[in-house]
Nanobody
Framework: VQLVESGGGLVQPGGSLRLSCAAS????????MSWYRQGPGKERELVAT????????NYADFVKGRFTISRDNAKNTVYLQMNSLKPEDTAVYYC???????????WGQGTQVTVSS
C-alpha cells in the first residue's frame, strides 16, 4: 500500500496550491479519503474528507470556502485545491485513506506547505 503526496511548496499569502495524493495497493474507490495537517508545535488535525459513495465532502471550519477536496477514482488520486492561503495554513499535509467497515486505514508520508512572504 502506498499513498504518495505531492504539490507542496512555498507560496505567498493569498496564493494557491494543489496537493495530490496517488494511491496504490488497495481498492481506492471503496475508501474515504482525507487530508490532515500538522503545523509546527501543533497536533495533527483533519482538514477535509471525501467519501467513497456519492463523493460528498466535509471540511473543517478553518478551510471552508477556501479549500476543495476532490477525487478521481480512475486515477486513484485525491486532490486538495487550496486557495487564499494564510500563514496559519503552514503545515505538513498528510493523505489518509480509511475503510471503516473492515477497519483499514493508511497514511501518506506528508508534503510540506509553507505560506510566507
Amino acid at each position: 500500500v502506498q499513498l504518495v503526496e505531492s504539490g507542496g511548496g512555498l507560496v505567498q499569502p493569498g496564493g494557491s496550491l494543489r496537493l495530490s495524493c496517488a494511491a496504490s495497493g488497495f481498492t481506492f474507490s471503496r475508501y474515504a479519503m482525507s487530508w490532515y495537517r500538522q503545523g509546527p508545535g501543533k497536533e495533527r488535525e483533519l482538514v477535509a474528507t471525501i467519501f467513497s459513495v456519492g463523493g460528498s465532502a466535509n471540511y473543517a471550519d478553518f478551510v471552508k470556502g477556501r479549500f476543495t477536496i476532490s477525487r478521481d477514482n480512475a486515477k486513484n488520486t485525491v486532490y486538495l485545491q487550496m486557495n487564499s492561503l494564510k500563514p496559519e495554513d503552514t503545515a505538513v499535509y498528510y493523505c489518509y485513506a480509511s475503510y471503516r467497515l473492515i477497519s483499514r486505514a493508511y497514511w501518506g508520508q506528508g508534503t510540506q506547505v509553507t505560506v510566507s512572504s
